[in-house]
């Protein structure tokens, strides 16, 4: 007999993803002045840190405003950003294109991450997004989604989910859940989205949280939850005399014992972890890349293959498919139990376990054997068993036939 089917974390393994926001082509800097290098010089190096395993985020601000006494809108990232060259643009926009979203998911951080935007007039409104957002209703919440998602699309960078500036769509999030979907699946005809809103740093087991879901069209919404503050802001950096390496240990230290990362590891918790591209890049010193850096380091390090990388809507894929597939049907027979899973969404490396009377000795799905695996984490495609659980990762889709037999 089969008992307890459930699912598991992903190769039994803890999903982990680095979040960076608020970056775009260029930002304004202090005196006002319009500036491009830093921005690229952090693509460059936030792509070497995927080079050695880093999945995630990264936001992609489509329009860039300078507010000063007029509070200018100069320009947005598909028609062109006064006092950017097009040359430069199209260079770094080719970058993201074409190398970042192998590591990320690129998002709007809705349009400006300032300044609400007059959508029929195209004038700035005297009134942060995050402020206006509040009062919104979904027809307009939707629409203002959608102008964001459309600028990256016009660029030919598809954005699977958003990030909010501030606490934007705090106060009517379900409302504002909802218009992550509609302007989705306008924009993108995508029916399985996500968003980056909170940031839980206390909590001592974190997940994402399902806001939606439509079984009958088949659609979903995550919201996306950080674990951990931003340890790489001023005042840290000068509360450890700009020491990289203090400044990684509060994520995990050096020997892997202590850290906020290293704490919900523990307890098997979603590992979603997020930083501010002006504090890796904010200085010529790059205190805060290197500690950031150290920290990807300590991770792969100490924690290995005991982990996985995963961009946000892997993550969001993976976490509403274990919370609405369902087994349709099961028949068992003295040397075998077969499963049909039904699921509205596919997913990759989809991992179950169950009980059951007798020793496993093979594992199939849709009629092709898994291959048994060993230790205590899968690899796509196998089984093991443990302690009399039996665990499988394979790659689920509607219908799917998983076959044990004994």
């Not at 982990?16 to 002045?33: A, F, N, P, T």
């Not at 989705?184 to 879901?213: C, D, Q």
């Not at 503050?229 to 014992?257: C, F, H, M, N, Q």
């Not at 290197?290 to 990807?296: C, D, K, S, Y």
């Amino acid at each position: 007999m089969l008992l307890d089917v459930k699912s598991e974390l992903p190769m039994l393994r803890v999903p982990i993803s680095l979040i960076v926001d608020d970056w775009s082509v260029c930002y304004i800097d202090r005196s006002g002045k319009l500036e491009s290098r830093r921005t690229y010089e952090s693509l460059v190096d936030l792509l070497s840190l995927g080079e050695i395993g880093v999945r995630g985020k990264l936001s992609l601000v489509p329009c860039i405003v300078k507010s000063n006494r007029e509070r200018t809108l100069l320009g947005c990232i598909d028609k062109g950003i006064r006092g950017l060259s097009k040359e430069e643009l199209l260079k770094t926009l080719y970058l993201v294109r074409t190398k970042a979203i192998e590591y990320f998911d690129i998002t709007p951080e809705i349009l400006t991450h300032s300044l609400t935007i007059d959508l029929k007039t195209g004038n700035l409104l005297d009134e942060t997004e995050w402020g206006w957002s509040q009062r919104q209703d979904l027809k307009s919440l939707k629409e203002y989604i959608a102008q964001a998602l459309s600028i990256l699309r016009n660029v030919g960078i598809i954005a699977s989910g958003v990030t909010s500036p501030c606490d934007f769509g705090r106060e009517v999030e379900g409302i504002y859940a909802q218009a992550v979907l509609e302007a989705e699946k306008v924009v993108n005809g995508i029916t399985l989205t996500w968003y980056f809103l909170h940031v839980e740093p206390h909590r001592n087991y974190i997940t994402p949280r399902l806001m939606y879901f439509n079984e009958e069209n088949k659609e979903a919404v995550v919201s996306i939850i950080s674990c951990s503050k931003d340890y790489l802001g001023k005042s840290r950096v000068e509360a450890v005399y700009g020491d990289p390496y203090k400044l990684a240990d509060a994520w995990i230290t050096e020997d892997g014992r202590g850290g906020r990362l290293v704490e919900l590891y523990r307890r098997r918790s979603y590992l979603v972890f997020h930083t501010h591209w002006w504090n890796t890049h904010g200085e010529d010193d790059k205190v805060g890349f290197n500690a950031l850096r150290e920290t990807i380091l300590r991770i792969n390090k100490v924690l290995g293959d005991n982990v996985v990388w995963m961009k946000c809507s892997e993550i969001a894929r993976y976490f509403a498919t274990s919370k609405v597939f369902k087994l349709s049907k099961s028949e068992v027979s003295q040397s075998s139990v077969k499963l049909i899973f039904r699921t509205p969404f596919n997913c990759r490396d989809f991992t179950i376990s169950f009980m059951i009377n007798g020793a496993v000795k093979r594992v199939k799905v849709n009629g092709h054997p898994l291959k048994r695996g060993v230790g205590r984490t899968l690899e796509p495609n196998s089984w093991i068993t443990i302690d009399e659980r039996t665990y499988v990762c394979f790659n689920l889709t509607d219908g799917s036939i998983l076959e044990v037999e004994i």
